[in-house]
Structure formats: C-alpha cells, structure tokens
C-alpha cells in the first residue's frame, strides 16, 4: 500500500512537470507548426514560379520532406548527445535560416536558392515532429497520450498564424509575391529559439559501462504492434502529403484563388490540431488502436470527397477531413510507439520510427506532383483507398492476435 502510494505521488510530482512542459512544447509547436504552413502553403505555388518545368512545381514541398526525413536521425543523436532542448533551439535556428533562403531565393528568382530552402525549412519539421515523444517521455503512463495530444494542439494556432502570415505579407514586396512571407517565418523562427529556452527536460545521461543500451532495432522490427504503429504512422502521413500537397495547384487549376487554396489549407492544418485537446482522451478510453483505425477511415472519406467533385466546397471539406483523419491516425499510432520501447531506448526508437515515417513521406511528395501533372487530382485520390485498406487490415490483424494470444 505504501508503495502504491508512493508511486501515486511520484507519478503526480512528475506530471507537474509534464504539464509544464507541454505548455511551453504546444507554444512551440504552434511556432514551429507556422513555419512548416507557410513552406507547405506557398512550395508549390512558389515553384510553379521558379520552376523551369511545370512538374517540378512540388519539387520543393518534396526537398521540405526529404530535409526532414535526413534530419530525423541526425535530431536523435543530438538529443542523446546535448539534450533535447538544445537540439530542439538548434532545429528552430535551422527554421529561421529557412527563412532568409526562401525569401533570397525568390528575390533572386533562383529556384536552387529555394529548394535549399525549404530543404533546410524540413530540419526544423523534423526537431517539431520530436516535442510529441518529449512531453511523453516526463509523463506517467497515465497522462502520457494526453501529453501527447495536448502538445499537437499547440497546431491549432499554427492554422491560424501560418495561413494568416501568408495572406498579410504576400504582397508586401511587388511583384516578388511571399517574398516576404519567407521573412515574417524567419522572425517566427526566432521566437521559438527564446519559447524554447523555457522547457525542462531531463540531461542526456553519462554513458557508463554498466548502463543498459537496450535492444538492437531489428528486434522492434520483429514486433507486431510496432510494426503495425509504423504502418498507421506512415500510411496517415504519407497519404495526408500525398493530397495537401498538391491541393493547392489543383485548386488553382480549377479556377479557385491563392487566397482560397490558402484559407482551404488553414482549414486543412485546424483539422489536423483541432482534435487534439480530446484525442489523448480517446486513446485511453478505447485504445489507440481503435483511434488510429478512425483516422484511416477519415482519410478515406476525404478521398471520397475530393473524387465526388471540384467545387471550393468539396475541396474544403475533403481537407477538413483529411486533416482530422491524420490526427486521430498519427496520434494513435504515435501512442502505440510508445508502449513499445524501454526507458533507455526511447530517443533511440522514436527518432527510428520518424525516420521511417518521414522516409515514406518523401516517396508522396514527389509522387504528388507527377501524379497530378498526368493523371489529375481524382487519381492522386484514388491511391488512397487500397493503401488505407491495407493498413486497416493489419490494425484488424493486431487485435485478432491479441485475442487469440488472450486464450
């Protein structure tokens, strides 16, 4: 009894801190989530630009991921080297140099200048990507999805400021259009560094000769439900790429306004972080593979949508959609990761899982950009439904061996 509540005590003291932290993590991500909708918002159009053919026009929404997926690695080995704040302000200085390439490359009209920039722009989306497992990792089990969540939330205001920064400063430099928009996310960027500074997170530990290394990753590759979490984490966030990212040219090619393809992706990005604030709730009510399984749903009614027809109002509410699938999708799968691993190799696993996620995430994002300019937007659609099917079935497969595990 003592013990228990000793435990209870413990696990109170620590989510003090937890819920410290995700304060100061959300206000991050709202941050660094401003950066990324600007990149995401604007690449494409921006390389319709610059580009010297029309199909590269995505090219720089894809050099944004593939920065990302390379940093994904590089981040874990900072944090287990100088902690996780330090890697954490060393991604936000990587957002604001972002920001100064993007806006020298479109002053210079140099589409290399631009790719570079947004390739560095995806350092930071990978350090953003790693506030989720740093609220987790000084939470107690039971607070944990909740952390997790309520550190997505922070989001919410990034489908504010990120569309809004878009919208106020686009035209500030004629007729260098989001010219200055690149500059208003350097600023933004800088911000974060300072917000940063406030979080409290444990020192990396000293390596000692008797300090458990944990076990080799091939084993994680051995477990079912790591493996299925992966899936649900690659198959939420490579689809919802797949689509975001070319919707703002295909909105274009079907006679609606930047301003509409921007306020849609605003939408899409509060779809995303909206559901936040109940999602961790969700997961430990019905199990975050039950969550996960409505995400893929969700992106499958998305596609639906956006196959049913082009007006603003289908291409509104498939984003919608999409974005609300991608939480419950990657959140649920982001929860089942973390009943994965073992204290000693949490940064180790997470930064592995990421890497695998974001690895997929470069495949869609230079898929979208052919699959548009040749086949259209119903069939980047179209892709979606098989790939969800496939995911669903082994979330199905999990629980069936678990119940059979069960007699």
């Given at each position: 009894?003592?013990?228990?509540a000793q435990a209870k005590v413990n696990a109170i003291e620590g989510d003090?801190?937890?819920?410290?932290?995700?304060?100061?993590?959300?206000?991050?991500?709202?941050?660094?989530?401003?950066?990324?909708?600007?990149?995401?918002?604007?690449?494409?159009?921006?390389?319709?630009?610059?580009?010297?053919?029309?199909?590269?026009?995505?090219?720089?929404?894809?050099?944004?991921?593939?920065?990302?997926?390379?940093?994904?690695?590089?981040?874990?080995?900072?944090?287990?080297?100088?902690?996780?704040?330090?890697?954490?302000?060393?991604?936000?200085?990587?957002?604001?140099?972002?920001?100064?390439?993007?806006?020298?490359?479109?002053?210079?009209?140099?589409?290399?200048?631009?790719?570079?920039?947004?390739?560095?722009?995806?350092?930071?989306?990978?350090?953003?990507?790693?506030?989720?497992?740093?609220?987790?990792?000084?939470?107690?089990?039971?607070?944990?999805?909740?952390?997790?969540?309520?550190?997505?939330?922070?989001?919410?205001?990034?489908?504010?400021?990120?569309?809004?920064?878009?919208?106020?400063?686009?035209?500030?430099?004629?007729?260098?259009?989001?010219?200055?928009?690149?500059?208003?996310?350097?600023?933004v960027a800088i911000i974060a560094v300072l917000v940063l500074a406030l979080?409290?997170?444990?020192?990396?530990?000293?390596?000692?000769?008797?300090?458990?290394?944990?076990?080799?990753?091939?084993?994680?590759?051995?477990?079912?439900?790591?493996?299925?979490?992966?899936?649900?984490?690659?198959?939420?966030?490579?689809?919802?790429?797949?689509?975001?990212?070319?919707?703002?040219?295909?909105?274009?090619?079907?006679?609606?306004?930047?301003?509409?393809?921007?306020?849609?992706?605003?939408?899409?990005?509060?779809?995303?972080?909206?559901?936040?604030?109940?999602?961790?709730?969700?997961?430990?009510?019905?199990?975050?593979?039950?969550?996960?399984?409505?995400?893929?749903?969700?992106?499958?009614?998305?596609?639906?949508?956006?196959?049913?027809?082009?007006?603003?109002?289908?291409?509104?509410?498939?984003?919608?959609?999409?974005?609300?699938?991608?939480?419950?999708?990657?959140?649920?799968?982001?929860?089942?990761?973390?009943?994965?691993?073992?204290?000693?190799?949490?940064?180790?696993?997470?930064?592995?899982?990421?890497?695998?996620?974001?690895?997929?995430?470069?495949?869609?994002?230079?898929?979208?950009?052919?699959?548009?300019?040749?086949?259209?937007?119903?069939?980047?659609?179209?892709?979606?439904?098989?790939?969800?099917?496939?995911?669903?079935?082994?979330?199905?497969?999990?629980?069936?061996?678990?119940?059979?595990?069960?007699?």
């Amino acid at each position: 009894m003592l013990v228990d509540a000793q435990a209870k005590v413990n696990a109170i003291e620590g989510d003090r801190i937890a819920r410290r932290n995700v304060l100061v993590l959300a206000a991050a991500q709202a941050l660094a989530g401003a950066n990324s909708t600007v990149m995401i918002t604007t690449g494409a159009m921006t390389g319709a630009i610059l580009a010297p053919d029309k199909v590269l026009a995505t090219l720089p929404v894809t050099a944004f991921v593939v920065g990302q997926w390379m940093a994904t690695l590089p981040v874990g080995a900072l944090a287990r080297r100088l902690g996780r704040r330090t890697a954490f302000q060393i991604g936000a200085g990587c957002g604001a140099i972002a920001g100064l390439l993007g806006f020298a490359g479109v002053m210079l009209g140099s589409f290399t200048v631009f790719l570079a920039a947004t390739f560095i722009a995806g350092f930071y989306a990978a350090v953003q990507q790693a506030y989720r497992f740093a609220a987790a990792d000084t939470a107690s089990e039971a607070f944990r999805p909740k952390a997790i969540s309520w550190v997505m939330a922070g989001g919410i205001f990034a489908a504010v400021l990120g569309p809004q920064l878009v919208i106020l400063t686009k035209d500030l430099l004629p007729p260098f259009l989001f010219a200055a928009s690149y500059l208003a996310q350097a600023v933004v960027a800088i911000i974060a560094v300072l917000v940063l500074a406030l979080v409290r997170l444990p020192k990396p530990a000293v390596a000692q000769a008797d300090t458990p290394r944990g076990r080799p990753l091939a084993d994680f590759m051995r477990m079912p439900r790591f493996i299925t979490a992966v899936v649900c984490g690659v198959v939420s966030y490579a689809l919802m790429n797949l689509m975001m990212t070319s919707a703002p040219l295909a909105m274009l090619d079907c006679q609606h306004s930047v301003t509409d393809a921007t306020l849609g992706i605003q939408w899409h990005v509060l779809g995303m972080f909206g559901p936040s604030f109940f999602t961790g709730a969700l997961c430990t009510r019905f199990g975050a593979e039950r969550v996960a399984g409505a995400g893929l749903v969700l992106i499958a009614l998305a596609a639906l949508t956006a196959i049913a027809g082009i007006t603003l109002a289908h291409f509104w509410v498939s984003l919608i959609l999409l974005g609300v699938g991608w939480n419950f999708g990657f959140i649920g799968a982001t929860a089942m990761v973390t009943s994965c691993y073992r204290p000693e190799e949490r940064i180790r696993v997470q930064a592995f899982n990421d890497f695998l996620v974001f690895g997929s995430l470069a495949v869609s994002s230079l898929a979208s950009g052919a699959l548009l300019a040749t086949l259209g937007w119903s069939a980047i659609n179209g892709t979606a439904l098989p790939i969800v099917l496939a995911a669903g079935g082994m979330l199905i497969w999990l629980r069936f061996r678990g119940r059979v595990e069960a007699i």
